[in-house]
């Protein structure tokens, strides 16, 4: 392999490295004429040391980093804009393939920092109340463009210092499930100890129940699922969620049921509250008949209104009698925080559209 060419000056013409596994960076090394150890040299400056520069990989030879330029990006992007709530939470808006962006949040709240991160540009589900799906679908984003997303967001950074995210959770843009294969690469890059060796109780990921992936993604993974639920009623819920009907919502639950999450992992059901609509005692009782005994936590969300949605946010005496009345048959529930409104950076307010400032101001 040649080694003295001049690097190539424009990254789209090169492959990033983030977002590889191991094998497939032992595939890099290989190419290169490089001994197999490099490859998780290469993984330890990636996703620990997380440096942007082959010049920074002090422990690879000059003409192997020369030849890494040549043919590889490092593939890291800072977002494009940024914006800050005034409950402290941060939207940024990074740039991907195409000229597509897409939108992650960053949320401190005391001892924990969490980043909400899209796994797409747009989204495929069509969920009547989201403005993400509202959108429409603009791509699938690759392993790198995701985990990207999570090594360069300024404030897990620069608040807390490099590396202090202490959760992600893929409810950003996007149905992480429909994107499975650069989804599993991204949680075996995040939970190797050749990689960023996170512990999969950090990680959770949101559906709206998509089968077979989500029984995949139980079987080969242990994040923590959270699944989309919003209302017990089947034709009241394919009516707001298409996905229904493809993925009946009883046929989800069939398949939780066969899994364990009494120990470490954990399973909430997500439950946007809409007034007049779901949020009455008969949906609740409704929705504990749907549990049926399975553990797991059910999140209580406030409605965000989004241009051309005919829904209004219940009141918060409903939201606790809901609750109350959920507690007092045995589950779980809790009302969720509602963080980043006045950014558009609150739950289903996601639309890539880039409502916030320049990055850096």
Request: aromatic residues 6%.
């Amino acid at each position: 392999m040649p080694t003295n060419s001049k690097p190539a000056t424009d990254d789209r013409s090169r492959t990033p490295l983030i977002g590889m596994t191991l094998s497939e960076l032992e595939g890099v090394v290989s190419n290169g004429g490089m001994p197999k150890f490099v490859a998780r040299q290469l993984a330890q400056w990636l996703y620990e040391k997380r440096v942007t520069k082959f010049s920074e990989m002090a422990n690879i030879s000059k003409k192997n980093q020369a030849w890494l330029e040549e043919h590889y990006t490092v593939g890291r992007r800072k977002p494009v804009a940024r914006a800050k709530s005034s409950d402290g939470t941060e939207k940024y808006l990074f740039p991907t393939e195409g000229g597509r962006k897409v939108e992650s949040v960053y949320i401190p709240d005391r001892e924990r920092a969490t980043l909400c991160v899209s796994s797409q540009a747009g989204c495929r589900m069509n969920c009547y109340f989201c403005a993400t799906g509202r959108n429409g679908f603009h791509g699938q984003l690759s392993a790198a463009e995701i985990l990207n997303q999570i090594l360069s967001a300024p404030g897990g950074q620069e608040e807390r210092g490099e590396g202090g995210l202490t959760n992600v959770v893929f409810f950003g843009m996007g149905e992480p499930l429909d994107n499975m294969k650069e989804l599993l690469k991204v949680l075996e890059i995040m939970t190797a100890p050749w990689g960023m060796a996170w512990s999969p109780k950090r990680i959770t990921v949101s559906t709206v129940g998509k089968l077979p992936e989500l029984k995949e993604l139980l079987d080969r993974t242990q994040v923590h699922v959270a699944l989309s639920v919003h209302t017990p009623d089947p034709a009241e819920r394919e009516s707001m969620m298409p996905a229904q009907k493809a993925f009946p919502l009883v046929n989800v639950m069939n398949v939780l049921k066969g899994y364990d999450f009494t120990h470490q992992r954990r399973l909430s059901l997500e439950y946007i509250m809409w007034r007049g609509v779901n949020d009455d005692i008969a949906h609740a009782d409704m929705l504990v008949r749907l549990i049926g005994g399975l553990k797991c936590r059910v999140n209580l969300i406030r409605f965000h209104a989004i241009p051309g949605v005919q829904l209004q946010p219940c009141s918060e005496e409903r939201m606790l009698m809901f609750r109350n009345h959920l507690n007092s048959r045995g589950v779980t529930a809790t009302i969720r925080a509602s963080r980043g409104e006045d950014i558009m950076a609150a739950c289903g307010m996601l639309a890539g559209r880039g409502e916030t400032k320049p990055a850096g101001k």
